[in-house]
């Protein structure tokens, strides 16, 4: 029962779920972060908070609405986090869903490197560059221009000498090159793989086959996720174009061939009659129970399953909100501490709007611009965007929702994506029950993943 539905409800009531776990019933606060044991009568009292004893209403409702004290930070306060560097706008394979297609970014442009030493050093004038920044070598495939990833490392392992700052590098790719040349170069610098895979042979062949023959590019991925599994955790990014797929067959696969960690996005088409989206809901919530039986049932085995954003939901979930751990105010860092960098020199506010000229940040020559990226932040922050987000409790869990289905849906970044909001609700929902079916002893265990 989701508690949002009561008609006399006051916005800090909305944000207070109701579920049940093993014969218990429990309240979620989406303004403390909190998880509340409660009986009947606690239920009945919340129609009347101003009766509620002060330390249940303390832990329901907490101090304060965080949104009230939003103060987006100037540049140089802001640390800077993320770096997405499009390596190269070209690719080998012919994705249905390819959003850099979708924007007119897919070209032979590659980035050089005098462009990439130009406009990384503007970010790094620009803001607080204290903390380790992770450079996310992006495409098109980066792998078509492994000449300029080697320059490029090598400069800022330069600045790393000069104790200015320290780097993190990771690389997404379609998985489909490797030799020992790229295999070298991932390990000397330790750089983190996410590989593209979109599920069984079947489904991956017909979604990602490649560009010049048509033929698909699932065995080959799988070898080279074989190969660097000896060396290396990889992750694989799996986009769902049909929600009627059973994870957890798709995830026992994916395991089997090599891959540590399955991160699931739906593709962002949205279903604007109202029958068919709630079809696709019926679907999607039970592949999620039964994804979340499955995780259930390992966990009593002792076996952590790596899926979805279970594990980023289980942490935040076992910490609650602090200073440590703050209520989510976006979806993500993008505009705010991580910025995407195109091959012309130009900033964008992540590497889906590589191209789109009305979420271009800045350029080469001025850097970001900050009239623009405080714009954008003040009218996309969670009190802000145009949907539930202001009275759902799950909404400082998830921030929003991405950008990109809503830009994608409507051509506004502001709007909700509805069937995103519904799926992420979904998720939260299924990880609030996973934790409290954990052993108690066991979840200190959620501290120290990443």
């Given at each position: 029962m989701d508690l949002m539905d009561g008609n006399a409800m006051e916005q800090e009531n909305s944000k207070l779920f109701e579920l049940e776990s093993h014969g218990h019933k429990y309240i979620f606060s989406g303004n403390t972060g909190l998880i509340v044991e409660v009986e009947?009568?606690?239920?009945?009292?919340?129609?009347?908070?101003?009766?509620?004893?002060?330390?249940?209403?303390?832990?329901?409702?907490?101090?304060?609405?965080?949104s009230k004290s939003l103060r987006i930070l100037p540049a140089k306060e802001t640390a800077l986090k993320n770096i997405t560097v499009f390596t190269s706008n070209r690719c080998n394979l012919d994705c249905s869903y390819c959003y850099?297609?979708?924007?007119?970014?897919m070209n032979d442009e590659k980035m050089s490197i005098d462009t990439f030493k130009s406009a990384v050093g503007n970010l790094l004038t620009e803001f607080?560059?204290?903390?380790?920044?992770?450079i996310l070598f992006f495409g098109g495939e980066p792998l078509l221009n492994i000449s300029f990833l080697t320059d490029a490392i090598g400069f800022l392992k330069k600045i790393e000498a000069e104790g200015k700052t320290k780097f993190s590098f990771s690389l997404t790719t379609n998985g489909t090159i490797l030799n020992d040349k790229i295999l070298d170069l991932l390990l000397r610098y330790d750089i983190s793989i996410v590989i593209s895979i979109d599920?069984?042979?079947?489904?991956?062949?017909?979604?990602?086959?490649?560009?010049?023959?048509?033929?698909?590019?699932?065995?080959?991925?799988?070898?080279?996720?074989?190969r660097l599994a000896e060396f290396k955790k990889i992750k694989a990014r799996v986009t769902l174009c049909d929600v009627d797929v059973d994870l957890v067959e798709m995830y026992e696969q994916l395991k089997s061939a090599g891959f540590w960690d399955v991160h699931l996005a739906i593709v962002a088409d949205e279903e604007t009659d109202t029958i068919k989206l709630n079809e696709k809901m019926d679907?999607?919530?039970?592949?999620?129970?039964?994804?979340e039986a499955y995780i259930?049932?390992?966990?009593?085995d002792g076996v952590l399953v790596r899926f979805g954003d279970y594990l980023k939901y289980l942490k935040k979930i076992h910490?609650?909100?602090?200073?440590?751990?703050?209520?989510?105010?976006?979806?993500?860092?993008?505009?705010?501490?991580?910025?995407?960098?195109?091959?012309?020199?130009?900033?964008?506010?992540?590497?889906?709007?590589?191209?789109?000229?009305?979420?271009?940040?800045?350029?080469?020559?001025?850097?970001?611009?900050?009239?623009?990226?405080?714009?954008?932040?003040h009218e996309h922050n969670v009190s802000s965007r145009v949907g539930q987000c202001q009275s759902c409790w799950a909404s400082a869990m998830c921030g929003g929702t991405c950008y990109h289905p809503s830009y994608t849906h409507s051509g506004e970044t502001r709007i909700v994506n509805e069937l995103h909001c519904k799926y992420t609700r979904e998720m939260v929902?299924?990880?609030?029950?996973?934790?409290?079916?954990?052993?108690?002893d066991k979840r200190h265990l959620l501290e120290n993943i990443h």
């Open positions: 009947d009568q606690l239920i009945e009292k919340l129609q009347a908070p101003d009766e509620l004893d002060d330390e249940i209403r303390k832990c329901l409702f907490g101090d304060s609405d965080y850099v297609t979708k924007n007119n970014a607080d560059t204290s903390k380790r920044i992770n599920g069984s042979q079947d489904v991956h062949n017909a979604m990602r086959p490649y560009k010049n023959s048509g033929r698909g590019s699932y065995d080959t991925i799988v070898e080279n996720v074989r679907i999607l919530r039970r592949r999620i129970g039964e994804m259930m049932e390992k966990m009593g910490l609650g909100f602090t200073p440590d751990n703050r209520p989510m105010r976006f979806p993500c860092s993008a505009g705010h501490s991580s910025f995407s960098l195109a091959t012309t020199g130009d900033y964008y506010l992540c590497h889906r709007f590589n191209n789109v000229d009305k979420y271009r940040l800045g350029d080469i020559n001025e850097g970001v611009n900050q009239e623009i990226r405080d714009k954008f932040l929902q299924s990880a609030l029950r996973v934790y409290l079916g954990m052993n108690p």
